[in-house]
T-cell receptor, first 112, second 114 residues
Framework: GENVEQHPSTLSVQEGDSAVIKCTYSDSASNYFPWYKQELGKRPQLIIDIRSNVGEKKDQRIAVTLNKTAKHFSLHITETQPEDSAVYFC???????????FGKGITLSVRP | DADVTQTPRNRITKTGKRIMLECSQTKGHDRMYWYRQDPGLGLRLIYYSFDVKDINKGEISDGYSVSRQAQAKFSLSLESAIPNQTALYFCATGRGGRASDEQFFGPGTRLTVL
């Protein structure tokens, strides 16, 4: 089955700097890659996703890039703010009738 | 607003007890999922259901069972709880279909097995 890995497990950045979180996946048939954000004590929520027919997608300060050859995708957050501090999960699936496989999550801390 | 709700929100029980966690949704979604979250292990899928007559095992289904009573309700049972089932449990829903794979999570149930 699919295996999704996130490294490192924690990341600390200064407010205003950029943060990049990378995930790798194992199944070349995977074609959908979402990112979920979980604030402390809250439920995970989708922040951005990308399908395999595009290489990059942006939404204000966040963007996701996909490299299908290398089987990795990354979340980019620019001009980080304290409210960006959270656990970020990447995931992958092989299509609309399949399930999501999540990575273990990375804790992002934004220092004021 | 349409939402996903879980009951109870917190539960402490003893080894060997039978426990049921309930999930209800008013989003009108066909797909429902149960995950557990453990520190450092992320979200792991226990069971999922694409409609009332469809139940599928996830990656960690041993020790758990589910019931899809209606489109809006999906319950998770621990027949004989053990301490390593102590975790945060999330229910999630999804529309399904090519246009949308987003999953919407409930608030979670924190289960402690003593």
């Amino acid at each position: 089955g699919e295996n999704v890995e996130q490294h490192p497990s924690t990341l600390s950045v200064q407010e205003g700097d950029s943060a990049v979180i990378k995930c790798t996946y194992s199944d070349s048939a995977s074609n959908y890659f979402p990112w979920y954000k979980q604030e402390l004590g809250k439920r995970p929520q989708l922040i951005i996703d990308i399908r395999s027919n595009v290489g990059e997608k942006k939404d204000q300060r966040i963007a996701v890039t996909l490299n299908k050859t290398a089987k990795h995708f990354s979340l980019h957050i620019t001009e980080t703010q304290p409210e960006d501090s959270a656990v970020y999960f990447c995931a992958a699936s092989t299509g609309a009738n399949s399930k999501l496989t999540f990575g273990k999550g990375i804790t992002l801390s934004v220092r004021p | 607003d349409a939402d996903v709700t879980q009951t109870p929100r917190n539960r402490i029980t003893k080894t060997g007890k039978r426990i049921m966690l309930e999930c209800s949704q008013t989003k009108g979604h066909d797909r429902m999922y149960w995950y557990r979250q453990d520190p450092g292990l992320g979200l792991r899928l226990i069971y999922y259901s694409f409609d009332v007559k469809d139940i599928n095992k996830g990656e960690i289904s041993d020790g758990y069972s589910v019931s899809r009573q209606a489109q809006a309700k999906f319950s998770l049972s621990l027949e004989s709880a053990i301490p390593n089932q102590t975790a945060l449990y999330f229910c999630a829903t999804g529309r399904g279909g090519r246009a949308s794979d987003e999953q919407f999570f409930g608030p979670g149930t924190r289960l402690t097995v003593l």
